[in-house]
């Protein structure tokens, strides 16, 4: 009987400590813009300035945790994980671990990611030359961090095939709207 509750003890002592750190980190996901995907978190509510983090990630299927180079006991509460998760046709986590000076940890881990499902489109670049009678605007294609077989970078064009872009232009204090599809 004094076993069993010694070990009852012991389980809720660790349940607790492990309470304790789940504050140290907080919201670990990928923020994918254009196919340039980085890694954010947050700092939990009690922690101090003093903690220090490490990136690591891996392939969906893959057993081994990978350190990302240049994440590894940093400060700042992001990391650019673009070239490793590259392939936008895989699955990919990344976990996060904190430690404080006083020995403290947590690891948080994001969801399965995808920059083909999760990445946000942002709108082109646009230039406007005004004419006499008209106006020329070129959309210029945009670029993304992902690199076809020969090495040159792909546009949003180039990896999806449907994509177009509505251009609109308001004429000043009047209600007539224009657009074309590109």
Sequence with gaps: MRTLLTILAAGSLAAHIAEDTSDLLQHVKFQSSNFENILTWDSGLDSAPDIVYSVEYKKYGEREWLAKEGCQRITRKSCNLTMETGNFMEFYYARVTALSAGGRSATKMTDRFSSLQHTTIKPPDVTCIPKVRSIQMIVHP?????????????????????????????????????????
Aim: charged share 20%; no cysteine; hydrophobic share 30%.
């Design 142 to 182: 945009t670029s993304t961090p992902i690199r076809a077989g020969d090495g040159h970078r792909l546009s949003l064009e180039d990896v999806f095939s449907d994509l177009f872009y509505r251009l609109e232009l308001q004429v000043n204090h009047t209600y007539q709207m224009y657009y074309s599809l590109y």
